[in-house]
T-cell receptor, first 113, second 114 residues
Framework: NAGVMQNPRHLVRRRGQEARLRCSPMKGHSHVYWYRQLPEEGLKFMVYLQKENIIDESGMPKERFSAEFPKEGPSILRIQQVVRGDSAAYFC???????????FGPGTRLTVT | TQLLEQSPQFLSIQEGENLTVYCNSSSVFSSLQWYRQEPGEGPVLLVTVVTGGEVKKLKRLTFQFGDARKDSSLHITAAQPGDTGLYLCAGSPGGGTSYGKLTFGQGTILTVHP
């Protein structure tokens, strides 16, 4: 049973470009979560999604960031007009419906130059 | 805003020693999870505790959830170099849709020297 998959593992973007991070949850998992880990800081919750539905986006910056989990395909975290402060590791986690345990992917390391 | 304070932040010990990592909060959590993270990888779930006073054992690791569900501890017996890593606690507030919003502690970096 494959785990949570994220791609790309490493992404380099210039200031002002767009970054698209993808996450495929574990088989049978319908809930997806995105977290950000800034250098020297802990993991911070960003958004919680179910298929075609955003459940909680209280951790998402108000501008430039968006997330979706379509009926078909992976969940996407999109960052428009990236700035240097967006450089971080972005982790996706998934869980089955009703479960508290979250299983994490290997992360995408975003570097903004 | 719920916060989790983890201590110590750094721990450097010799192989064979015992250690305890603490995770404390002023807030009540419906469940608490412990993860271990290696450099360049995502956190790996070790255990989930949900009942106040609950104790769970995973080989040489013992996890305890406080009676009031505000704190937790991780105890490692006879540490080995393979235990080296970043240990994270994460709490779920529970209730409605918020249970998916984990709050993480800052982590404890454990180094076990041979």
């Amino acid at each position: 049973n494959a785990g949570v998959m994220q791609n790309p593992r490493h992404l380099v973007r210039r200031r002002g470009q767009e970054a698209r991070l993808r996450c495929s949850p574990m088989k049978g998992h319908s809930h997806v979560y995105w977290y950000r880990q800034l250098p020297e800081e802990g993991l911070k919750f960003m958004v919680y999604l179910q298929k075609e539905n955003i459940i909680d986006e209280s951790g998402m910056p108000k501008e430039r960031f968006s997330a979706e989990f379509p009926k078909e395909g992976p969940s996407i975290l999109r960052i428009q007009q990236v700035v240097r402060g967006d450089s971080a590791a972005y982790f996706c986690a998934s869980s089955p419906r009703g479960a508290v345990e979250q299983y994490f992917g290997p992360g995408t390391r975003l570097t903004v130059t | 805003t719920q916060l989790l304070e983890q201590s110590p932040q750094f721990l450097s010990i010799q192989e064979g020693e015992n250690l305890t990592v603490y995770c404390n909060s002023s807030s009540v959590f419906s469940s608490l999870q412990w993860y271990r993270q290696e450099p360049g990888e995502g956190p790996v779930l070790l255990v989930t505790v949900v009942t106040g006073g609950e104790v769970k054992k995973l080989k040489r690791l013992t996890f305890q959830f406080g009676d009031a569900r505000k704190d937790s501890s991780l105890h490692i017996t006879a540490a080995q170099p393979g235990d080296t890593g970043l240990y994270l606690c994460a709490g779920s507030p529970g209730g409605g849709t918020s249970y998916g919003k984990l709050t993480f502690g800052q982590g404890t970096i454990l180094t076990v020297h041979p």
